[in-house]
């Protein structure tokens, strides 16, 4: 880490990570998926009991962005955060509507290419769905292989 608390991604060489950060620092971990030198990134930002974003790298099949969400207030402050960016609204799967307690899981389609289409789209996710501040904890997990 750096003096300001910042892993130093590309000369660290870690494979794996946790760490507790607030939201005005997400900036230190969303642009490490598109800029990092592993050809596969795993990073999931989790508002514990609200929300997961997990944003994937794989080499030879470009990003993937997926919203995991645990209650049905979030699930519809999600639904409305899609519609206003105008991205597609999930389908809600047969097994919830009979069992409300499953997470529901949706894919952000299509993703963003750029560091600053994500890191817009993620913090906004946060801010907008669960109503978090600059300073509300976040839960910063990545892999890199």
């Not at 507790?20 to 490490?32: D, F, H, K, M, R």
């Not at 930002?45 to 919203?67: F, M, N, Q, Y």
Request: a negative charge; charged letters at 20%; proline letters at 7%.
């Amino acid at each position: 880490m750096n003096s300001a608390g910042v892993l130093n991604w590309e000369s660290s060489r870690l494979t794996e990570g946790l760490q507790s950060c607030t939201l005005s620092e997400i900036g230190n971990y969303v642009p490490n998926v598109l800029e990092s030198w592993a050809a596969d990134f795993f990073l999931q930002i989790s508002s514990p009991g609200k929300l997961d974003l997990v944003v994937e790298r794989h080499s030879g099949a470009g990003l993937e962005v997926w919203v995991q969400v645990q209650t049905w207030r979030t699930e519809t402050a999600l639904q409305q955060f899609l519609e206003e960016h105008g991205l597609p609204r999930p389908e809600v799967p047969a097994p919830r509507a009979y069992e409300p307690m499953l997470p529901l899981i949706c894919d952000l389609s299509p993703s963003p290419t750029e560091v600053g289409q994500l890191l817009r789209l993620a913090a906004d996710l946060f801010r907008s769905v669960c109503g978090l501040g600059e300073r509300s904890e976040l839960t910063f997990c990545y892999y890199m292989m």
